[in-house]
T-cell receptor, first 116, second 114 residues
Framework: GAGVSQTPSNKVTEKGKYVELRCDPI?????LYWYRQSLGQGPEFLIYFQGTGAADDSGLPNDRFFAVRPEGSVSTLKIQRTERGDSAVYLCASSLGVGQGMHGYTFGSGTRLTVV | AQSVTQLGSHVSVSEGALVLLRCNYS??????LFWYVQYPNQGLQLLLKYTSAATLVKGINGFEAEFKKSETSFHLTKPSAHMSDAAEYFCAVTPGGATNKLIFGTGTLLAVQP
């Protein structure tokens, strides 16, 4: 597509529920990144994929969070047993490849997750 | 480890005045440095980047930044502020190479007064 698409744009869920957030990167971009932006903070790195594999998942806060990218394109960030502290904007970005990130990523508009 | 410090979480300028947003970084390897802008309810947009070429980098919307290794700084400037510049600005660093993980600062919210 023309840009990075994230769905849904807003998600409200109850504490303890499971949620999935979707990211559709720019066509041809092999690198895909997830960030989390809490209120009043800069985005924090969660995980990045090069192709289908997670090249660096050091930012995932705990084992309730995991992400997949089975075909090397669309990615899904999955959060189990959601907690109120998970409320944030989840940002996805893509770039042509790992070495191409120096040109800057293209970010999506984010999914605002609210856990009540 | 890389980190970024943005001095001033809120900056207010008058329309037509100089904009100066400060960013200092720490990095154990020559870094790549970026400024992103975020308008309300929108995603992050790349303003400009430093990738070890010219130390004075020009970006979109009249913004520029200068990489000063001796001061470990990458401050963002614009000679004359416009009302449309009101947004949040983030400085970010990445070591480049095999990882493009961006480390962001906490952001500076720029207000432009008429």
């Amino acid at each position: 597509g023309a840009g990075v698409s994230q769905t849904p744009s807003n998600k409200v869920t109850e504490k303890g529920k499971y949620v999935e957030l979707r990211c559709d990167p720019i066509s041809g971009h092999t690198a895909l990144y997830w960030y989390r932006q809490s209120l009043g903070q800069g985005p924090e790195f969660l995980i990045y994929f090069q192709g289908t594999g997670a090249a660096d998942d050091s930012g995932l806060p705990n084992d309730r969070f995991f992400a997949v990218r089975p075909e090397g394109s669309v990615s899904t960030l999955k959060i189990q047993r959601t907690e109120r502290g998970d409320s944030a904007v989840y940002l996805c970005a893509s770039s042509l490849g790992v070495g191409q990130g120096m040109h800057g990523y293209t970010f999506g508009s984010g999914t605002r997750l609210t856990v009540v | 480890a890389q980190s970024v410090t943005q001095l001033g979480s809120h900056v207010s300028v008058s329309e037509g005045a100089l904009v100066l947003l400060r960013c200092n970084y720490s990095s154990s390897v020559p870094p790549y440095l970026f400024w992103y802008v975020q308008y309300p309810n929108q995603g992050l947009q790349l303003l400009l980047k430093y990738t070890s070429a010219a130390t004075l980098v020009k970006g979109i919307n009249g913004f520029e930044a200068e990489f000063k290794k001796s001061e470990t700084s990458f401050h963002l400037t614009k000679p004359s502020a416009h009302m449309s510049d009101a947004a949040e600005y983030f400085c970010a660093v990445t070591p480049g190479g095999a990882t493009n993980k961006l480390i962001f600062g906490t952001g500076t919210l720029l207000a432009v007064q008429p």
